[in-house]
């Protein structure tokens, strides 16, 4: 209930939805996501939420991409939520417009999420970003000599319908309430990848800093 709480009042707090809105949420199948799609299945009613999920499988991890994917249809169709799942092969995007992996990835899942939430006539695009994604940001922005906006970090909401509704709950918060609650989800292998910068603050600069 304090989870839900929080969450509620985040919404509230930067009028993140109004009543009868569709909700496109990105869900991979991770933790983040996974308590993104029950909290505000269980917040929707309050709203009169038209839910649904979006989920890329981005071809990066073979099997695991199409058991993330398996997992992601299996919870849609447990709670009969319409569920929109697109196929692309990021590497070969990579490849083709010159990008990092992690910006290869950040713009087809983006595009994938704003061209469905166009088609099917969803108001807003909800993702699981909370308080220490956005602290994670702020410290590659820093380490990457960025200026004023990139150290500013995630926002609540932006101007392109994406909403954050967990920002102000912590990843120790969310694992709690997954367990609290029993809730499965599963876990991407890439994040232990100590090749990307963003798991080298995850995991190493981070706890030196605590």
Do not use: W
């Not at 071809?59 to 709670?79: G, H, I, P």
């Not at 999420?113 to 108001?123: I, L, N, P, S, V």
Request: charged share 25%; net charge positive; hydrophobic share 40%.
């Amino acid at each position: 209930k304090r989870i839900l709480r929080i969450v509620d009042q985040t919404l509230r707090a930067h009028s993140m939805i109004q009543n009868g809105d569709g909700v496109l949420m990105g869900v991979s199948g991770g933790p983040d996501s996974v308590a993104l799609f029950h909290i505000l299945r269980a917040l929707g009613p309050r709203y009169g939420l038209r839910l649904a999920i979006a989920h890329l499988n981005h071809c990066l991890r073979a099997n695991e991409s199409d058991r993330d994917q398996a997992f992601v249809t299996a919870l849609a169709k447990q709670f009969e939520i319409p569920i929109y799942v697109e196929k692309q092969d990021v590497r070969r995007f990579q490849k083709n417009h010159h990008l990092s992996l992690e910006e290869a990835g950040h713009q087809v899942r983006y595009r994938f999420y704003h061209r469905t939430a166009t088609q099917h006539g969803y108001h807003k695009i909800a993702l699981g970003h909370h308080a220490d994604d956005n602290a994670e940001l702020v410290l590659m922005s820093m380490l990457r000599g960025s200026g004023p906006l990139g150290l500013s970090g995630m926002p609540a909401v932006r101007s392109d319908n994406i909403i954050r509704p967990l920002i102000n709950l912590r990843r120790s918060e969310i694992l709690e309430y997954l367990a609290t609650c029993n809730l499965d989800y599963v876990m991407d292998s890439s994040n232990r990848d100590l090749r990307f910068l963003r798991n080298q603050i995850r995991n190493r600069l981070i706890p030196d800093l605590q």
